[in-house]
């Protein structure tokens, strides 16, 4: 079985196995060159090729061809599933006395630990969140009817701090339906709580969610407008210098991603980086990772984005991820070293640093799209050795 968005070259590769090229194609009635260059996704066959193709390999023609599944086909059943259910309030409620406020704040404290350095974060993130989800819904109820002020707040801040997490899991996960939704609750239950800390962590979030949503113009307003409330919001100034600054990166990713380079850059430089540095790298303040490390790596997205492989590279030899209280941080700036790699066409340091994130973070490689897409490149555009430890790579992430 191969993952559904294999390219038709990738699943003509996969299936002839260990087959000769040219053999396959003398069958067939084409060149080697031209197998070469349909496995390789520079020729698209036509569709007599296409069904010669898999009556030789020995596979349904609908085998070879790119299709994602149809919805109704999709599984209700996971354990992913069962978050997406949770947050929307499916299930039985649960029953008795809600959790305290310090159980929930230990409970979430512990999922924001293994989400951020876990190296199977997804697996447990799926098996601890429906419950969890559940149970903070049901005491976030009873502390809004409530009459125990202290003890309603901090129930809903442990809220606000869960909401901000599923805004995470469900984005990486592929539900920027959902992770809108839980991002909305984080600034609920924020503002219920009168905590500005937390109010401003929900806008970052909510930012990310513009981001992932395609809309970087609406998160670069959002973060900014967010950026100048902070100024004057009632918290510890490191919280203050922090949130600022994480804002300001929101703004930055998003000039970015609308290909504006100087202002991002300038952005950086100007309004995160002094920032920075009034905050440690380990402070990781309202989740966010805020640090000196964090705007290098925003540098470093920034040259990738733009193209400057060779700048971003330069970047990344001064760059220590060691010391970073965020495995995701890490996995980004891997992948996006992988991609400059790859787009200076050296397959060969792709594919290592590729192997470096399997070896650190597997779920994150196997679900991540531009990984993926890596991976594939590698696999068409390698040399033999590369291309077949490519090969095995996707195997294992599931990809074919």
Sequence with gaps: MVASDLPIGCRIRHYRGGRRQDAVAGLVGISPDYLSQIER???VPSLPILYALAQELGVPTAALLSEQPAAEEELTDTVEAAVGRALLGYGPAPSGAPATAAELRGRVEAAWQSWQTAGDRFTQAAETLPKLVADVEYAARAAR???DSVEGRGTLRAAADLYCLLRSYLRRTGRIDLATIAADRAMRAAEDAD????????QWNLGHVLLAAGQPAEAEELALRAAEGVTT??????ERTAMRGALQLVAVVGASRRRRWWEARERLVQHA??????????SNIGWTVFGPTNIALHALSIEMEAGETGEALHTADAIDVGGLPSLEREFTFGLEVAACHSQRRDDAAALLALLGLEAIAPEDLARTPLARQLVLTVIRRAR???ARQAEQLAVRIGLV
């Design 145 to 147: 009817a409530g009459t």
């Design 195 to 202: 905590d500005p800390l937390r109010l401003a962590v929900a």
């Design 233 to 238: 919001a009632q918290m510890r100034e490191v």
């Design 384 to 386: 033999t050795m590369h």
């Design 273 to 282: 980086a002094p920032a920075a540095r009034a905050v440690p790298d380990d």
């Design 41 to 43: 996704g520079l020729k």
